[in-house]
């Protein structure tokens, strides 16, 4: 079996790949390694994967039909795209709004009119974002609950991805499933995340930046249980392309306030950290928490990671990667 994965050299487009590869899947990963962290770190991500045989790497901006098709190239009979490209990062979306539009719009578009030229006319699993809920108050948020009132354009480019797929199955009758992340944290994390800005400013005994008076609670979920619901979501789209809904959870089910994860990094780290209170910056959220029972039904889903060894684990890795 072949799989396409967009976004390769990114955070958990990097341990799909890697996992699919595990699991005797030919990859062929796209990634444009834009700047918007550090490409060192996805050049480190790409290097795991470019020693393995049956990997290969191309660099392309999704968003650029003609750029995309010439990276797939002669591995057009792929049975599956795995779109994970995106322009990430809520707060920057309110800098940058047309990026976002780009590619996670214009991509989404690219992806999808790619997959109706390719023989196979591969299903697709795409990544969404718990940011789609907005400022919902009705907790857990649940795939059913109403999501027209986006809170940031990153949300906003989230959904209309999802609306975007939505038009491609009634139109044209590709298969598709998107997966609402929650926030993901692990070994190869983004830098502009909070287990990284934490963890990096704890070691060096800077202050750390606690918005809305640390009143603040997310749904953090360790990557490899994120990647095992990204791959059972692969299974089920493969074997009954017909039966499948349109959007799936993939959070922990268990909001962790922010004091009790910056408790955790402390822990793991062996020192205190300096608290910055500050208020709650715009296009944030105080609380995320995921009603997984749909993906825990079709796609097998169980996180089984808590905070008190996903971090320990995070900040092993960080220690060794930053030599801290």
Known sequence: MKAIVTGAAGFIGFHTARQLLREGWQVVGIDDLNAYYPVALKETR???????EDFRFARADIS????????IGADDDADIIVHLAAQAGVRYSIENPSAYV????QGQVTVFEQALTMPKRPPVVYASSSSVYGANEKMPFSESDAVDRPVSVYAATKRAGELLAHSYGQVHGLPSTGLRFFTVY???GRPDMAPWLFTSAILKGEPIRVFNNGQMARDFTYIEDIVSGVLGAVKRILDRPSDVAPVYN?????PVALNDFIAEIEKATGREAIRKLEPMPPADVPRTYADIELAARDLGFSPVTPLSKGIPLFVEWFRGYNGA
């Open 186 to 188: 692990g070994p190869y």
């Open 250 to 254: 993939l959070g922990n089910s268990s």
């Open 64 to 71: 650029d039909p003609a750029a995309l098709k010439a990276a």
């Open 102 to 105: 780009s590619a996670n719009v």
């Open 46 to 52: 790409l290097s795991v994967l470019e020693g393995q």
